[in-house]
Nanobody, 125 residues
Framework: VQLQASGGGLVQVGDSLKLSCAAS????????MGWFRQAPGKEREFVAV????????KYADFVKGRFTFSKDNVKKTLSLQMNSLKPEDTAVYYC???????????????????WGQGTQVTVSS
């Protein structure tokens, strides 16, 4: 599967932004799909994920109540609605997919084999 992320940009504190990720080359059925981010000088970290079996997304604590992750298997797209953005949300955001990740490792980027190119989100104060 190939992934292409888009939608990043420069926003102000408290603004909203919606990221999208278009998938091609394969059905998304059977893939865990997630969003990760990486700030300068920091490791890539988990933001939100939907497991291979689907269901309710799992979120990192620092985005709960602010971000909403959705997946459309028919359109083969992912989206990440980000509200109430903070300066610490500044990072490159990546969409990712995996067929092998188990439930207990959903937040571990090392278990994801397919990555989009990343889209920059900058939140200015």
């Amino acid at each position: 599967v190939q992934l292409q992320a888009s939608g990043g940009g420069l926003v102000q504190v408290g603004d909203s932004l919606k990221l999208s990720c278009a998938a091609s080359g394969s059905s998304l059925t059977g893939y865990a799909m997630g969003w990760f981010r990486q700030a300068p000088g920091k490791e890539r970290e988990f933001v939100a994920v939907i497991s291979r079996s689907g269901g309710t997304p799992k979120y990192a604590d620092f985005v709960k109540g602010r971000f909403t992750f959705s997946k459309d298997n028919v359109k083969k797209t992912l989206s990440l609605q980000m509200n109430s953005l903070k300066p610490e949300d500044t990072a490159v955001y990546y969409c990712a997919a995996s067929r092998r990740v188990i439930f207990s490792s959903l937040s571990d980027p090392n278990f994801y084999d397919y990555w989009g190119q990343g889209t920059q989100v900058t939140v200015s104060s």
